[in-house]
């Protein structure tokens, strides 16, 4: 009974820290807490753009329908093999069929057809020569195209530099708190990283028709954000 006893005090104990060490950071200041929320940003040129690129058919029947985009999207398909993208970068999205009715006054609706449609989403690194690509791909049947999204393929080294910069603005706003309340910082307590903003831009929709153009995407810049939190002790 003892031994048993024993058992389940060590238990509790060992159940205990994830409530002290919470109250721990409170406990071991000596002077004044100061908590404090520091966001670095940089920029980047984009080297990616994601763009969805698709065929609509519509036929009397649903198979002739998904045939037709069938055969249309693999026009598309060769287009891009054409033009040197990579089977990795092209992904399926969707494939879609739906049936379209007649809606007239007083009768009830009339099946008419079938819409079918077929959507790749191609990732291109090489943003310069994308716009021309997507031109040869409305010459091979593409009607639908959404997009770009632009994006940074490998943000880390970034991010860091993002993170540095957040915890230098959190040391800098310590000391501004502490000269303000005639005090000095002794110590940073604990730092967390909160995570990044990195928000792609919104697609833009746009219809393409089978005619010459010259499509033009231009990268700009891309924001990357890191908050990290801190807490320090002034006295």
């Not at 763009?51 to 693999?74: E, K, Y």
């Not at 009715?101 to 009768?107: C, D, G, L, P």
């Not at 810049?221 to 002034?234: N, S």
């Amino acid at each position: 009974m003892k031994n048993a006893f024993l058992a389940a005090l060590t238990l509790g104990a060992a159940l205990v820290p994830s409530t002290a060490s919470a109250q721990q950071i409170t406990q071991t200041i000596a002077g004044t807490r100061l908590d404090i929320n520091a966001t670095g940003e940089v920029t980047r040129v984009p080297d990616v753009a994601i763009i969805t690129a698709g065929v609509v058919s519509r036929s009397a029947t649903a198979s002739a329908a998904l045939q037709d985009a069938a055969d249309r999207m693999q026009r598309v398909l060769g287009a891009l093999k054409r033009a040197g993208i990579a089977d990795r970068d092209i992904q399926t999205s969707n494939v879609n069929l739906n049936p379209e009715y007649r809606y007239e006054n007083n009768q009830p609706p009339q099946l008419v057809g079938y819409t079918a449609s077929n959507n790749v989403s191609v990732r291109f690194r090489d943003i310069g020569s994308s716009g021309k690509i997507l031109d040869a791909l409305v010459g091979q049947g593409a009607n639908q195209i959404n997009g770009p999204s632009l994006t940074i393929d490998k943000p880390e080294a970034a991010l860091d530099e993002a993170r540095a910069r957040a915890v230098a603005i959190g040391r800098a706003r310590a000391e501004l708190y502490a000269r303000s309340l005639g005090l000095r910082v002794v110590r940073i307590v604990s730092v967390s990283d909160g995570g990044r903003a990195y928000p792609p831009p919104p697609p833009v929709p746009m219809m393409a028709r089978a005619q010459k153009a010259d499509t033009i995407i231009e990268p700009g810049e891309e924001k990357l954000e890191v908050t990290v939190a801190m807490t320090f002790e002034l006295q």
